[in-house]
C-alpha cells in the first residue's frame, strides 16, 4: 500500500565503522535538533548507554573490528520540509528492513537544523548470535534499497529524476552534440584550449566542472538557458573521449597524471585522480592504435 506521502528522490549511504560512541555522540547530537525516529532492541538513554548495549553483543565477535554500521537517508530538501515523525520512521523501518536487518538492535535520529533533512541510522553490525553482516559492496546496497524504499512509498528515485531531466532536455542535448561534431570533424582542435574557442564559436559555453576537492573532473555544457554535463550530453562529451578525438599529446597527459594539474586558458587547475588517470590511459591506447596503423602501412 501506498503511504500518504509522495517523494521527489532519496540517497542512501552506507558503511562499516568501528567508532561507534563517537558517531552515535554526533548523531544524538541535541544542537543539530536530533529527534529520535526509530529504535529496536535498545533501552539506553544517551549515546553512552546504546554504545554500551552495542558492545555487549560486539563482545561475542572479537574478530570484526568495524562491527557498527552507519547508514545516512537524504530525502530532497523540499520533501524534508513536509516529513512528520511517523513517516521518517516508515522510510527509516522500511529501509532496515530492505537491507535484512530486522532482528538487530538499531537505532535512528533526524537532524532538523539544516535546510536538508536527514536521517541517521546505526545497526549493531554482530547479530544476537554473534555473526558479523557482510558489508561488501554497502554503499551500492544502500543506495538501491533507498530507491527501493521510494518505489514503495510512491517516490521518485534519483535514477528517474536524472532521466526525466535528460528527457526533457533531449533537443538540446542533440544540439550541443552536433556543434561537438562540426568542431572536431571541421576546425579540428589540436588543445582543450582550441575545443573551448571553437565551441564557444559555436554558442556553447564550455566550463570546467570542478568538486568539492576544487580538482578538475570534466566539463560542463551550457547552451540555451541549460547546463549539462558532458556525459550527461552523450558518452562521447566525456573529457576522456574528447581527448583521444584531439589527439592530446601524450608528453602532456603524463604529465598531468604525474601532477594532477593541467593548463586550461592559462591558467593552472588542479585535476582529479580519475580523469587524470583516464586521460593518461586514452592516449597510451591513441599511440597503440597509432603504432599498429604505421606497421600495417609498412
Known amino acids: 500500500t501506498k503511504a500518504p506521502f509522495k517523494f521527489s528522490e532519496m540517497i ?3 558503511k562499516s565503522i568501528s567508532h561507534t560512541g563517537a558517531s552515535m555522540g554526533y548523531g544524538w547530537d541535541q544542537e543539530k535538533e536530533a529527534e529520535e525516529v526509530y529504535r529496536q532492541h535498545l533501552s539506553g538513554e544517551n549515546p553512552k548507554e546504546i554504545t554500551q548495549e552495542f558492545k555487549i553483543i560486539q563482545s561475542q565477535n572479537h574478530k570484526c573490528k568495524k562491527n557498527t554500521l552507519s547508514f545516512v537517508l537524504s530525502p530532497t530538501i523540499e520533501d524534508g ?21 530486522e532482528e538487530r538492535q538499531a537505532i535512528a535520529f533526524v537532524h532538523r537544523n539544516k535546510s536538508h533533512l536527514h536521517i541517521h541510522l546505526y545497526v549493531n553490525r554482530i547479530n544476537f548470535e554473534g555473526k558479523a553482516y557482510k558489508d561488501n559492496f554497502i554503499g551500492k546496497r544502500s543506495q538501491l534499497a533507498a530507491e527501493n524504499v521510494a518505489r514503495q512509498l510512491g517516490m521518485t528515485t534519483v535514477r528517474e529524476v536524472q532521466q526525466q531531466k535528460l528527457e526533457k532536455v533531449r533537443d538540446i ?20 584550449d582550441q575545443y573551448l574557442k571553437y565551441m564557444k564559436q559555436g554558442d556553447v559555453e564550455v566550463l570546467p566542472s570542478i568538486n568539492k576537492q576544487n580538482q578538475l573532473q570534466g566539463f560542463r555544457f551550457e547552451y540555451n538557458g541549460e547546463s549539462l554535463k558532458g556525459s550527461h550530453v552523450h558518452r562521447s562529451l566525456s573529457m576522456g573521449r574528447i581527448a583521444e578525438r584531439i589527439g592530446l599529446d601524450r608528453n602532456i597527459a603524463q604529465n598531468i597524471a604525474k601532477e594532477k594539474t593541467m593548463s586550461l586558458l592559462g591558467k593552472t587547475i588542479g585535476v582529479s585522480p580519475n580523469l587524470a588517470a583516464t586521460l593518461a590511459k586514452k592516449t597510451i591506447k591513441m599511440a597503440v592504435k597509432k603504432s599498429i596503423g604505421l606497421g600495417m602501412e609498412m
Open 12 to 14: 542512501g549511504l552506507g
Open 81 to 101: 520540509r513536509e516529513l512528520k515523525a511517523r513517516e521518517l520512521k516508515e522510510i527509516t523501518e522500511r529501509f532496515v528492513k530492505e537491507m535484512r536487518l
Open 173 to 192: 542535448r542533440a544540439e550541443i552534440r552536433q556543434i561537438h561534431e562540426k568542431v572536431m570533424t571541421e576546425m579540428r582542435p589540436k588543445d582543450f
